[in-house]
């Protein structure tokens, strides 16, 4: 399977003629509905028409990193597998808090995008000085990291118009505290959809990648998910690559 993602994802025609620009660092969240464990479903976004990045695309809730997602704190927080694989080739200077506003980044983006909020309830919202996060606290959820999975990496090819470097997190529906709203209007609709209706719709070959990823850990038969190497998708010498992050 590794070999068909290559395959798709450097068959496309790509514009590289912007110039080259270091990728930002973004994150997306994949929710995954494993009531019923032989039809899994997941959490994603029509985003809209007129939008300049992925425009009309079928996508995973996501966004870029802000200063403040590194800042906020957390009780609970990423296991030390997967802030180890955060770490991994990070661009700039590492450290754990940029591993751990990477995990936030994807939660935040994900209720501006579609109201939904992953983490756990609390009797009393916690406090922040930062804009970014009022939203979220004040409906007196705070940010659990410790259930939600590092699960894939890609960074987009140089001389594109935008440029990201993207860690994909992987959360149970059952994580859902709340759901407020319909979002920040970045998607027209949001709906739960199997892999194979998924694939009906115009999905970017990187999106399809990765939903083909995180299905692949899914034992369809108890709705259990395997742990496992993390890959990491980035270009080189015009040609994806596909790199796998140990623990």
């Known amino acids: 399977m590794p070999n068909d993602h290559l395959s798709r994802l450097n068959s496309l025609k790509r514009n590289q003629s912007h110039p080259n620009q270091r990728p930002r ?37 996501g966004g870029g990193v802000l200063a403040s997602d590194s800042r906020l704190h957390v009780a609970d927080d990423l296991s030390p597998e997967d802030r180890r694989r955060l770490l991994f080739d990070m661009k700039g200077r590492a450290s754990a808090a940029r591993a751990r ?39 007196g959820v705070r940010p659990d990291l410790s259930c939600i999975n590092f699960v ?16 994909f997190f992987l959360a149970s529906r059952r994580t859902i505290a709340r759901t407020i709203g319909k979002g920040d209007g970045e998607f027209v609709e949001t709906r739960w959809v199997t892999q194979d209706e998924a694939a009906a719709y115009d999905l970017h070959p990187m999106t399809q990648t990765i939903l083909d990823e995180v299905m692949g850990r899914i034992d369809t038969g108890n709705g259990a998910i395997r742990r496992g190497p993390i890959p990491y998708y980035y270009m080189r010498n015009g040609r994806f690559r596909r790199e796998v992050i140990a623990a």
Request: charged share 25%; proline share 10%.
């Open 101 to 139: 506003g990477l995990a936030l980044a994807a939660i935040r983006e994900t209720f501006e995008e579609t109201g939904v909020l992953i983490g756990r309830t609390c009797t009393a919202p916690q406090k922040t000085r930062s804009p970014d996060w009022c939203g979220y606290l004040e409906a």
């Open 152 to 167: 894939a990496r890609a960074i987009t090819p140089p001389r594109r118009n935008k440029r990201f470097d993207t860690r």
């Open 25 to 61: 660092d973004a994150a997306s969240l994949v929710i995954v509905d494993l009531e019923t464990p032989a039809h899994p479903r997941v959490l994603m976004g029509m985003r809209h028409p007129k939008q300049e990045f992925m425009p009309g695309k079928l996508v995973f809730p």
